[in-house]
């Protein structure tokens, strides 16, 4: 059986210290790091995989691929 390896403290801290507020709505409380491609599709802990999210986004997102950019793609699309 694989062990799940942690992500490093120090990348925790650089994605909090780089984001201090969900990048979904803003929220400032109960923040998480989130992988915005998913590690169980693959996804990695490199920091341009990672974005701050607050527990109730980060429920609603779950281990779909989905990112603040991606939704900004889809916004630009609507125009």
């Known amino acids: 059986m694989e062990e799940k390896q942690k992500m490093k403290v120090s990348t925790r801290r650089r994605v ?12 400032t409380k109960d923040l998480q790091i989130d992988h915005i491609y998913p590690k169980s599709k693959g996804g990695s802990d490199i920091e341009g995989n990672l974005q701050v999210l607050c ?25």
Not at 16 to 27: D, K
Not at 67 to 78: E, G, I, P, T
């Open 16 to 27: 909090f210290v780089a984001n201090s507020r969900c990048v979904s709505c803003g929220a």
């Open 55 to 79: 527990v109730k986004c980060n429920i609603k997102k779950g281990n779909k691929f989905e990112s603040n950019l991606s939704q900004l793609k889809m916004v630009a699309k609507s125009w």
